[in-house]
């Protein structure tokens, strides 16, 4: 019985985002720090030519002390020029509450941060970099990018 729950559930979540063309999470943060100079870099490719949506995963300790955290994500592809977007990542709303989903002192957070770009078909670079304004970003647990085709509305 066991073992039929633990197979429905993973069918469940791998069911969530089964159109996605990339789902990562990075977790090399040594001390739960983001260093200010080091950049994410993520690779995918794209099969067919249409429109995507670039949303960023952030995963950080609870009680987080910063209500944005600003972000540059740049798309590339060889020999064509990077398509760049730069955006805060809203990790805490105005009353003070985390805007991920928490458990315990865990909170994960998924925000778009490009939405409908038109992607050709080919291998893509992505660097997630923060631009917070000090030498490390504190209390992050991990950073990733999901990739998945835009939604027709």
Request: hydrophobic share 35%; net charge negative; glycine share 6%.
């Amino acid at each position: 019985m066991r073992s039929c729950l633990v197979l429905l559930l993973a069918l469940i979540m791998v069911s969530c985002h089964s159109g996605d063309v990339l789902n990562t999470l990075d977790t090399d943060f040594p001390d739960n720090r983001w260093q200010a100079d080091t950049s994410k870099t993520f690779s995918f490719t794209i099969e067919k030519e249409g429109k995507y949506d670039v949303v960023v995963r952030f995963s950080h300790v609870a009680g987080f002390q910063f209500p944005e955290v600003p972000m540059k994500l740049s798309l590339s592809l060889p020999n064509v020029p990077a398509y760049r977007y730069e955006q805060p990542l809203e990790v805490v709303d105005t009353n003070g509450k985390d805007k991920g989903n928490c458990s315990g002192d865990i909170c994960d957070l998924e925000q778009v941060l490009a939405s409908h770009i038109e992607l050709a078909p080919g291998t893509y670079t992505a660097t997630l970099t923060q631009r917070f304004p000090n030498a490390y970003l504190p209390n992050v647990l991990g950073v990733g990018l999901r990739v998945t085709p835009s939604s027709s509305h």
